[in-house]
């Protein structure tokens, strides 16, 4: 499976009903492993499954990434036993498959981590299970986003330059294939939080 970022020659593209949006094509992508805290795949119902819609457009400068999911209620409260919900996206620094899981000491992985009571999203990298960390330089945390919940749907967009803002970002180019993973977290009664997730495989994002 394929996801393929247009490129428009303008985009500011913060609100999910702006009409550019409709110039890229959707891509339903299922979340069906389930995660535990130390990595372990394991096995669920086929009726667990989530599906998250996808689009993403550049303008040669920002790459905008718009996610919908259904959730039936917006958990935004992070206040143990109750965690919000949460939504993240994957990227190997270097060339081919990286673990799924947090990827490997020699097959780090950048992730954008969203969740609805931070200010804005986490760069995130990671070089294996238990190893994610926000990244400590100010630079790379340039990541943008709007999000909002509405007849029991989540609608994020995400926006962050293409160019990386150090080395702890994986740059984005035209012409360029990336592989990318997708992580869902169910909070409120589900309280799925930290390595309990469900994730996707491994698909490629195409740039144009």
């Known amino acids: 499976m394929e996801i393929t970022a247009i490129y428009v020659t303008t985009a500011t593209a913060a609100d999910p009903e702006d009409p550019v949006w409709s110039k890229a094509p959707e891509t339903i992508v299922n979340l069906n492993k389930r995660l535990n805290e130390v990595?372990?795949?394991?096995?669920?119902?086929?009726?667990?499954?989530?599906?998250?819609?996808?689009?993403?457009?550049?303008?040669?400068?920002?790459?905008?990434?718009?996610?919908?999911?259904?959730?039936?209620?917006?958990?935004?409260?992070?206040?143990?036993?109750?965690?919000?919900?949460?939504?993240a996206m994957q990227i190997p620094f270097l060339a081919g498959d990286s673990p799924l899981c947090m990827g490997a000491l020699h097959q780090p992985v950048n992730i954008i981590f969203w969740r609805p009571d931070l200010q804005m999203p986490q760069n995130v990298v990671a070089g294996g299970s238990g190893t994610?960390?926000?990244?400590?330089?100010?630079?790379?945390?340039?990541?943008?986003?709007?999000?909002?919940?509405?007849?029991?749907?989540?609608?994020?967009?995400?926006?962050?330059?293409?160019?990386?803002?150090?080395?702890?970002?994986?740059?984005?180019?035209?012409?360029?294939?990336?592989?990318?993973?997708?992580?869902?977290?169910?909070?409120?009664?589900?309280a799925e939080r930290g390595g309990h997730k469900i994730v996707s495989d491994w698909l490629n994002l195409s740039i144009q």
């Open 39 to 87: 990595g372990a795949r394991m096995s669920f119902e086929a009726h667990e499954e989530r599906h998250i819609s996808v689009k993403v457009i550049h303008n040669g400068t920002d790459i905008f990434f718009l996610y919908k999911w259904e959730e039936n209620e917006a958990n935004i409260a992070c206040d143990y036993p109750v965690f919000p919900d949460a939504f």
């Open 132 to 190: 994610a960390q926000t990244s400590p330089d100010a630079a790379s945390q340039n990541i943008r986003h709007s999000q909002s919940w509405a007849d029991r749907v989540w609608r994020v967009i995400i926006t962050r330059p293409m160019a990386a803002a150090s080395e702890n970002q994986v740059s984005f180019e035209r012409g360029a294939i990336y592989k990318v993973a997708f992580a869902n977290w169910k909070g409120g009664v589900d």
